[in-house]
């Protein structure tokens, strides 16, 4: 569905270097897969997103959508793709229905054939009944839900989702994952970006991890977890201002029951197959953490150990 070979997309800036927001990337998506690009704000995820909707060109390298050429086949891909924008760019001033008409006329589809795909988007992201409510009156949640039916309006093979879930709450977000999953299995090729590593987890069979505009790992969610981090990790935190104090004590006291104990300035990350057996060793020692909490490791994980940063500052 998509191949990239050192793909490069830079910015002009008056006066200035150009910027380089993607150095050289290599991808390949394949049909009915859910791809995920994840990184921080500022990883070159958005400016690979839109090379990919073939509505921004590209500066490097070689890039092919469905087959096709995006700097000479543009329409035709925009055409087969359905697009799902960082912000929502539904028109405030229509009802949700008439949104869905509207969008399904820019791609020239008949009259009749816009309203039987429109019903039938609704139905799909449980919208049915707000079909004639204005825009500006849904929740954040239903405003990206209407997003993604206005995105299959004109029966995409692929569709492309920018941060689908930034900014909502953890209820419609996991109504968002659901539907998005049932799409997958639909036969709809996926392609999302975003700084999640949960949304990244639950919805990505493959990813690459993105980092100042390169890939720095790539593979399944359990596989990434499997090659960069432990199974378990011990979180640690002590009084404020005493995180970074206590990091030598606490590696003393775990010894080699951790492989690593990384410091954040609000906790002490210790990475160990058995992390009751470090959170024990740290008492043992006679240490005094104001909260203690074991958990299996996470994409988060691999991120830092990648980069030595968060992915969400
Ligand atoms: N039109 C532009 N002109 C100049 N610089 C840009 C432009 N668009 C993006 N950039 C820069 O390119 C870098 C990558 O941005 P991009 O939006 O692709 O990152 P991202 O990983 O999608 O992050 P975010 O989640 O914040 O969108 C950033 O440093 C950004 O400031």
């Known amino acids: 569905m998509i191949s990239a070979r050192g793909l490069r997309k830079s910015f002009q800036q008056k006066g200035q270097e150009p910027f380089e927001a993607v150095r050289g990337i290599d991808v390949e998506v394949r049909r009915g897969e859910a791809f995920g690009f994840l990184g921080p704000n500022g990883a070159g995820k958005s400016s690979t997103m839109r090379m990919i909707a073939a509505v921004s060109p590209v500066s490097g390298g070689s890039l092919r959508i ?29 009802t949700v229905a008439e949104n869905l008409y509207v969008y399904g006329r820019y791609f020239g589809i ?8 429109a019903a039938a988007q609704l139905e799909f992201v449980q919208l049915t009944e707000r079909g004639g409510a204005k825009v ?11 997003t993604i039916a206005r995105s299959m309006i004109n029966d995409p093979e692929m569709v492309l989702l920018d941060e689908p879930t930034t900014g909502l709450d953890p209820q419609a977000r996991h109504v968002l994952w659901d539907r998005l999953f049932r799409l997958k299995q639909q036969g709809v090729t996926l392609v999302i970006t975003t700084h999640y590593m949960d949304e990244a987890e639950q919805l990505c069979d493959r990813l690459v991890v993105m980092d100042k505009g390169l890939i720095v790992a790539e593979g399944s969610p359990a596989s990434l977890i499997a090659e960069y981090s432990t199974r378990e990790v011990a979180e640690v935190r002590f009084g404020i201002g ?10 003393s006291a775990v010894g080699r029951r951790a492989e690593r104990v990384e410091v954040l300035p609000d906790r002490l990350l210790i990475y160990a197959a058995d992390g009751e057996a470090a959170v024990a060793a740290v008492h043992d020692a006679g240490l005094q953490p104001v909260a203690t909490l074991v958990r299996r490791s996470s994409l988060e994980d691999v991120f830092l150990r990648l980069t030595g940063r968060t992915l969400v500052d």
Request: aromatic share 0%; with cysteine.
């Open 136 to 146: 500006e009156d849904l929740s954040g949640g239903m405003k990206r839900r209407l």
């Open 110 to 117: 008949g009259r009749a054939e816009v309203r039987r795909r």
């Open 242 to 251: 005493e995180n970074e104090s206590s990091a030598g004590a606490v590696e």
């Open 66 to 94: 469905l087959g096709l050429d995006p700097a000479t086949d543009g329409s035709q891909i925009r055409g087969r793709i359905g697009v799902c924008p960082q912000e929502d760019s539904l028109d405030t001033e229509l």
